[in-house]
């Protein structure tokens, strides 16, 4: 849900530059809390998903915590981070471990 309000939102810009990795997702006194981490290849891509002063992120951020709370029907602690991995999407490794292997 957070790779799909940064596609809406930057669907000219980024693409396929930017891929979504959960980094927790656990269920405590009835709210579920997920460390999202947000990676992209260039840190000018970061800065345009951060957006001035996080604005962006913060957009991004919210609605996506919106989306999961009408999904899951429950609150939702999202807390997300913009991360450079430089060419992550040519390397298999990088690839496999955010799920885009056979």
């Known amino acids: 849900?957070?790779?799909?309000?940064i596609t809406r939102r930057y669907a000219k810009e980024l693409p396929y530059a930017v891929s979504v990795e959960i980094e927790r997702f656990e269920e405590k006194g009835g709210i579920?809390?997920?460390?999202a981490v947000i990676w992209v290849e260039k840190p000018g891509?970061?800065?345009?998903?951060?957006?001035k002063q996080g604005g962006a992120l913060k957009i991004v951020a919210s609605q996506a915590r919106k989306a999961m709370e009408q999904f899951f029907g429950c609150?939702?602690?999202l807390e997300?981070?913009?991360?450079?991995?430089k060419s992550w999407?040519?390397?298999?490794a990088s690839l496999a471990?955010?799920?885009?292997?056979?």
């Open 80 to 85: 997300v981070w913009v991360k450079v991995k």
């Open 1 to 5: 849900m957070v790779r799909e309000q």
């Open 75 to 77: 609150k939702v602690y």
């Open 97 to 102: 471990r955010l799920g885009y292997s056979d």
């Open 89 to 92: 999407s040519d390397d298999e």
């Open 45 to 51: 891509q970061k800065a345009i998903i951060i957006g």
């Open 32 to 35: 579920y809390r997920v460390n």
